[in-house]
């Protein structure tokens, strides 16, 4: 190599070496045998492998040749401390989970150190199926936003709102002040982004409604909600003020790009109308809803309608896993079921709904959900090379039908290796485990 060339070869932080890469962009383009460059936290070329010498060098390289490449899973909503309750209370409806099971159990067992060490038995689970961005709607944010950057993991930490006293707060204005405060010390964080997380139209009267559309505007904060979830909170509902909740937060000024609504399963032609007009995302939980039985979210008449739809999970008690893969594979299938069409949903727009759709509910899409120069570096890998994986038509498809989470292999966000071959570099597996098991103990004695 003359002087000239080995000049102009540029150093950077890691290379990454792959049989596919999938940018998830709007081309739907699956490039084969390509590298991606990154330095610092990002992304700063996509180039064929071929290219690769004599251009870039790299203290880190992997080679991951039988490999697809994808922007991390972005998990829109969830309850990551939940994970300690996981298989604490199954095979109930909504109401009934919620009412005599959960909220008692939190009663009993919310704190601090609970939410510290759920939280984190939960980003563990979620790194090790490729998620790189998570929501969180849940007490002591301060703890989940502390686990979530002690993991090296984007959090959207939207903190709860209630009307009534949880062993975190006493009343709405005590929930917003205590969350605002998590706010400021995570302002202009680099992983952590905090917003609202008022629980549920049938949890959060109008004043405090009122207010947090007003602050979130002021302050420029996401809002996430559960809303029309199932058919008991609308009937509760018009039998309250013969208003529908979406119809009610549309007359109180609270419907707006900054909010994302969750479940949404129970709808009519004046609800498409009003969050189509209103530029609000919908975060669709498949596998919750399915398991609480709350209803079906009509995925392609969204799409028809134009909304954004994300994918989440929902919390560990009510899915019982954090599987964004398995979410894929449920949201595609229910999808084509309910619209009685085969085409609703395809493999692609799966794994949009999983990544860039979350980043755009999020307000975060010109930094992650997609696989490009310039963008954050949170990267997950599959590998597909097993039994179960020929033959290899479309690395999308093995993604979305066939792939499990064991497959996820690598996991990168902001550029920092989070998953190493399936080895954790910022957890303890074992210790969570054995932590985990500890809680269980304490849990199941006073059951
Ligand atoms: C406002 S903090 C979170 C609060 O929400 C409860 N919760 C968890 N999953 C659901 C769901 O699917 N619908 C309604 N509420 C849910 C959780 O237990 C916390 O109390
Ligand atoms: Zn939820």
């Known amino acids: 190599m003359t002087q000239n060339a080995a000049n102009s070869i540029k150093q950077v932080d890691t290379l990454i070496h792959a049989r596919w890469v999938i940018p998830v962009n709007t081309n739907r383009d699956i490039l084969e045998h390509h590298s991606l460059a990154i330095q610092g936290d990002s992304i700063i070329d996509i180039l064929p492998t071929t290219d690769v010498d004599g251009r870039y060098q790299a203290s880190q390289e992997h080679n991951l040749d039988r490999h697809a490449l994808i922007p991390g899973f972005i998990n829109a909503h969830g309850h990551a401390a939940m994970s300690l309750f996981r298989g ?6 909504l109401m009934d989970w919620l009412n ?79 969350g605002l405060a998590t706010h400021d010390k995570f302002r202009n964080h680099s992983l952590v982004r905090v917003g609202f997380g008022p629980h549920a139209p049938y949890t959060v009267s109008d004043e405090p409604l009122k207010k947090i559309a007003t602050l979130a505007e002021q302050l420029d904060l996401p809002v996430q909600m559960h809303i029309h979830e199932s058919a ?40 498409y109308q009003l969050i189509a007009r209103n530029g609000c995302h919908v975060v669709h939980c498949p596998e919750s809803n399915l398991k609480l039985a709350s209803g ?59 990544t860039i759709n979350g980043a755009r509910a999020m307000g975060i899409e010109d930094q992650v959900g997609s696989l490009e120069n310039g963008k954050l570096a949170d990267i997950a890998a599959f590998a597909l090379d097993d039994i179960e994986n020929y033959p290899l038509y479309n690395p999308v498809s093995q993604l979305v039908y066939t792939a499990t989470r064991n497959q996820a292999t690598h996991v990168w966000v902001n550029g920092r290796l989070l998953m190493d071959n399936r080895r954790l570099t910022t957890l303890d597996g074992p210790f969570l485990i054995e932590n985990a098991r500890q809680w269980q103990k304490k849990i199941s004695e006073r059951a």
């Not at 019982?320 to 493999?347: F, I, P, Q, Y």
């Open 88 to 93: 604490l209370a199954d095979d109930l409806p």
């Open 100 to 178: 005599n099971h959960i909220w008692p159990a939190e009663g009993r067992w919310v704190s601090e150190e609970f939410v510290h060490d759920g939280t984190r038995l939960s980003i563990a689970e979620m790194i090790r199926c490729g998620t790189t961005t998570y929501s969180d709607n849940y007490f002591y944010p301060d703890a989940s936003a502390s686990a979530a950057n002690n993991a090296g993991m984007r959090a959207q930490i939207v903190f709860p709102i209630l009307d009534f006293p949880t062993t975190w707060g006493k009343d709405a204005d005590d929930y917003i002040e205590k």
């Open 232 to 271: 008991d909170e609308i009937n509760q509902a018009m039998e309250k003020d013969g208003r529908r909740p979406i119809q009610r937060l549309a007359d109180i000024g609270f419907l707006s790009p900054r909010l994302q609504c969750v479940h949404m399963t129970q709808m009519n032609e004046a609800d």
């Open 296 to 354: 079906f979210m009509p995925l392609d008449r969204m799409q028809q309608e134009g909304i954004n739809v994300a994918l989440g999970t929902d919390g560990c008690a009510s899915n019982n896993d954090l599987d964004m893969l398995g979410e894929m594979r449920t949201a595609a299938l229910l999808a084509k079921a309910v619209g009685h069409n085969a085409t609703a949903l395809s493999a692609h727009e799966a794994l949009a709904a999983a």
